[in-house]
């Protein structure tokens, strides 16, 4: 979602509404590992420019589906979302304390402060309705009270003669 300068001077008062569908390649979350993916993800909203500040003000609603690993299995769980946000972009150089985003070449991209505002959103952990948690596999197993009981009482036979040796000692 990209809009020139020009384009949104051009707009009746500097104002203009958007209604947008966005698809995020797989790519970009190959690397992340609180998301596997986005689905469905639509934005509306509203831009305003204010020619005396120099400012472009965009209101916008995000609504869409994350895909997130189960905190269980590591199955695909699809998370629905809705969020609305206010972003400010300058078309200027902007001050260190300035909670605006400076715009590269009289050009303003709201995709990235989607992404940033979803990547704000994602929860810490999911769990798949029914998921199970494995107790074994391919070499390992999950040890219960009871197991622990019987691997504490396990003596390893190499150092059964030292019990002999604590024996005298007390």
Known sequence: MKWNLQWIVKQKD???DFDETLSFPSEMFHNLSQIN???????TGHG???TK????????KVKGQMI???AVSLEDVDY???????AIFAFYKPQDDEDVIEVKRDTVELTPVIFQEIMMDVPMRVVKDGATLKTKGNGWKVLNEEDERE???YIDPRLAKLKDYFKDKE
């Not at 993916?37 to 934005?43: A, E, F, N, Q, S």
């Not at 500040?53 to 916008?60: A, G, K, P, S, W």
């Not at 629905?80 to 206010?86: A, G, V």
């Open 53 to 60: 500040n120099r400012q472009l003000y965009v209101d916008f």
């Open 14 to 16: 500097g104002c203009f």
């Open 48 to 50: 305003s420019l204010d």
């Open 68 to 70: 997130l690993p189960c």
């Open 80 to 86: 629905p979302f809705e969020i609305d946000s206010t």
């Open 151 to 153: 691997d504490e009482d």
């Open 37 to 43: 993916g986005l689905k469905d993800v639509h934005v």
